[in-house]
């Protein structure tokens, strides 16, 4: 036997070290470590721990165990008394006192030394609890035999085992403070929450000063819906250790649905107070997020995960952050997919990442994930609806329909639903159907800005623009900071010609969301209007930036480049409008004008003839043409090319 192992062994327990609250192990899950020992090491205490430690080298284990049990007490006399201790460190002081006790047989103790012997020996496993097994010879010193045997299982992780010695061991001794602990955090780890708080209320009636007895006694209290109860405890238990950061977290999380700025103080203390501690920093991360402060969120539930990683709900929760709040969808579903990877029968992962791969534009992966979701749970109503959004993305609004109508069928109140359903209706062109959706969707809630903006918009289709202007105005009185319905607020004003309205509701959109293309481009609308020719110039550049692919924002562009004088850009802007667009008729005919004004009169004579055809086939509109070589005429530049346009191609 290497006594040096033993000796290093039995050091670790003294030193101490800061724990993190593992759920896996159902035996040390609960019961915490002195994170902060701050011992007030004096010199009585290192020269007794150094003189046991080389006491033990030399193989004199009765004489270094007392010298050890010495030390034990000076340390506890020289910190915290009160101080949470887990079972195995209990049970060891335990031992401990057992073999220095007069009552103890030799025997017996000689089987307590070999436990400490045995303690950093896997290999002899078997046979030493064999021999532990045939030791239990007389009624009387069972109690023993089955604490030693119970204390083995622990720390060889057999629960099974464990958990039958210990209901032996209660059942000869329901007073042994130990065992009770440990019963505890095996009722607690199951839930078990009325016997729970029943072996809890026997640990603080044996050790008046047990905060670990008093907290749990709170969360199975608060467990149980009683609230104030377990506010009571949990104090008790501060005020017996008043660094304890398993209390403080909890403490806070009482507070979190009262006082977030409270709990977010009892969260901060227990992180500060061990920084390897998980549950604070997984909360902390809770409070950011809901203060929408995504990178301080983020950061702290990176901590839980570096201190916890195998728990499922930390990656999740994260990649919550990412999406909802970063918009950075690809991290969302990093985070959703090791969600996954530890716990693959969550439906509710398999749907968030769902939505992240819809959001990403990963439709098939999405519509595999919806589907996993709904193989895990059929009716998981989010799940059925992410596979309308996907089918609505494909312009599959028939798919869709039926998807949303059958999210309806299970849950008549999801507003949502109804929105979505709403809107395929309107790209199948059932109006009326539509509109009783979006209506449905608000006496459902009220406060969907969404049903109201989407409503506004059908009225505006059916030219009830005073309807519509209600239905923005509704929105933006649910959130002041919506940009999509100043941006609608501000088209109704435009159509009616009020373009200082317009102008101040697109300035609020543009305030509210500068990512959001088409308020620039209709703010440069009326500039042109205006004729503030510089100012739309900037404004379309701007909208063209956030999205290239926007014909509109070119042809109109070119228009203002048109009346600055600048026929080249004019050509240049309209032939990019054409190219996103082959209909836009208007950009054709702003390249023939400025071909024009460039004095390429033949070549210009070939393109209004080439555009006069092609509109006519397909029935487009060309007033603006003809108005625009009018123009021309009015201000008596290029009079005779206008007139001949006019009269020999535009007018047949």
């Known amino acids: 036997m290497c006594r040096r192992l033993i000796c290093i062994t039995i050091l670790s327990i003294f030193i101490g070290s800061v724990h993190s609250q593992n759920i896996k192990n159902p035996i040390n899950n609960n019961i915490l ?90 290999s002899t496993y078997t046979q030493y609890m064999l021999k532990l097994k045939n030791l239990v010879s007389k009624e009387q010193d069972s109690e023993l035999h089955y604490r030693l045997l119970l204390y083995v299982t622990i720390l060889r992780d057999d629960y099974n085992s464990a958990f039958q010695y210990l209901d032996k061991v209660l059942n000869i001794n329901p007073l042994l403070l130990s065992a009770t602990a440990l019963k505890v955090a095996i009722l607690y780890t199951q839930k078990q929450w009325e016997e729970c708080r029943i072996y809890a209320t026997k640990t603080t009636v044996m050790f008046p000063e047990y905060a670990w007895g008093y907290l749990i006694h709170g969360i199975c209290n608060r467990a149980l819906g009683q609230k104030e109860e377990a506010k009571r405890d949990i104090i008790k238990a501060l005020e017996l250790y008043p660094n304890y950061p398993f209390a403080l977290n909890e403490m806070g999380v009482i507070w979190l649905s009262e006082d977030v700025d409270k709990a977010f103080t009892y969260f901060k203390r227990a992180h500060d107070l061990n920084p390897a501690f998980d549950w604070p920093s997984y909360n902390l991360g809770l409070i950011y997020a809901l203060k929408f402060q995504a990178d301080s969120s983020i950061k ?153 903006t989407d409503r506004g918009n059908l009225y505006m289709l059916q030219n009830n623009v005073s309807a519509a202007m209600l239905d923005f105005n509704k929105a933006i009185q649910i959130d002041t900071t919506y940009a999509f319905a100043y941006q609608r607020l501000g088209d109704c004003y435009y159509f009616g010609r009020d373009y200082s309205n317009a102008l101040k509701n697109y300035d609020k959109a543009i305030g509210y969301d500068t990512t959001y293309f088409y308020s620039f481009h209709a703010r440069a609308m009326i500039y042109l209007n205006q004729n503030s020719l510089d100012l739309a110039v900037n404004d379309f550049l701007k909208a063209i930036k956030l999205n290239p692919i926007f014909d509109s924002s070119f042809g109109n562009l070119g228009w203002v480049f048109y009346l600055k004088g600048d026929f080249k850009s004019c050509i240049s802007y309209s032939q990019k409008a054409i190219d996103l667009n082959p209909n836009a008729f208007y950009a054709k005919f702003n390249i023939a004008l400025a071909t024009l004004r460039l004095g390429n009169f033949e070549e210009a004579k070939k393109l209004y003839t080439l555009y006069y055809k092609e509109c006519k086939e397909s029935k487009n509109d060309f007033e603006g043409a003809i108005g625009d070589l009018k123009d021309l005429i009015a201000k008596q530049i290029m009079v005779h090319e206008a007139k001949y346009i006019i009269q020999n191609i535009l007018v047949k």
């Open 300 to 452: 702290y539930y990176s901590k839980a995960i570096e201190s916890n990683p195998n728990l499922s709900t930390y990656f999740k929760r994260r990649g919550d952050v990412y999406f909802e709040l970063k918009k950075d969808f690809k991290s969302a579903i990093d985070d959703y997919t090791k969600s996954i990877t530890l716990d693959p029968n969550e439906a509710i992962y398999y749907e968030n990442r769902g939505y992240a791969y819809l959001y990403n534009n990963n439709i098939d992966d999405a519509i595999y994930d919806f589907n996993k979701a709904l193989e895990l749970y059929d009716k998981y109503v989010e799940a059925i609806k992410g596979l309308g959004d996907c089918y609505y993305q494909k312009k599959n609004f028939f798919k869709a329909i039926e998807c949303y109508s059958k999210a309806i069928d299970l849950y008549d109140k999801y507003d949502f639903a109804y929105l979505m359903r709403g809107e395929a209706y309107i790209n199948l062109r059932q109006e009326r159907k539509a509109l009783k959706d979006f209506t449905k969707g608000l006496e459902i809630n009220p406060l969907n800005k969404y049903c109201y």
């Open 33 to 122: 470590g002195d994170d902060s020992l701050n011992l007030k090491i004096d010199l009585n205490y290192n020269e007794n721990l150094r003189y046991a430690i080389e006491l033990l080298h030399m193989d004199s284990i009765k004489s270094g165990t007392e010298n050890l049990l010495q030390v034990y007490r000076l340390k506890y006399k020289n910190s915290h008394d009160n101080r949470v201790e887990q079972y195995s460190e209990i049970e060891f002081y335990n031992f401990l006192e057992l073999l220095v006790s007069d009552k103890v047989t030799e025997p017996d103790k000689n089987l307590i030394r070999e436990l400490i012997g045995e303690m950093v020996n896997l």
